[in-house]
């Protein structure tokens, strides 16, 4: 059965930093494309971020570009999001699955960035 545990969320001011962490298991990890998603009250899911399986190639949406970083350690089976410079549009309830959304969304984990 695979599992998704995202992990590493809070409240933060804007302009400061939080690293996302979400741990898979019951799959090869090391086999998937993997994706953070996002969703914000009202709004649909997103992706805001994907690395490839071996972790070499990555890729951003508009709105993140240059303030996270995607990063994956295929020996922990872990994905993570490095986000720096937050903004209060950044709230949100943060997700890990693979590019194709194929297993079951985990819990999330709560993003809020607020003065």
């Known amino acids: 059965q695979v599992q998704l545990v995202e992990s590493g969320g809070g409240l933060v001011q804007p302009g400061g930093s939080l690293r996302l962490s979400c741990a898979a298991s019951?799959?090869?990890?090391?086999?998937?494309?993997m994706g953070w998603y996002r969703q914000a009250p009202g709004e649909q899911r997103e992706l805001v971020a994907a690395?490839?399986?071996?972790?070499?190639?990555?890729t951003y949406s508009g709105s993140v570009k240059g303030r996270f970083t995607i990063s994956r350690d295929n020996a922990k089976n872990t994905v993570y999001l490095q986000m720096n410079s937050l903004k209060p549009e950044d709230t949100a309830v943060y997700y890990c699955n693979d590019l194709n959304r194929r297993w079951s969304w985990g819990q999330g984990t709560q993003v809020t960035v607020s003065s």
């Open positions: 019951g799959i090869i990890f090391s086999s998937y494309h």
């Open positions: 690395v490839i399986s071996s972790g070499g190639t990555t």
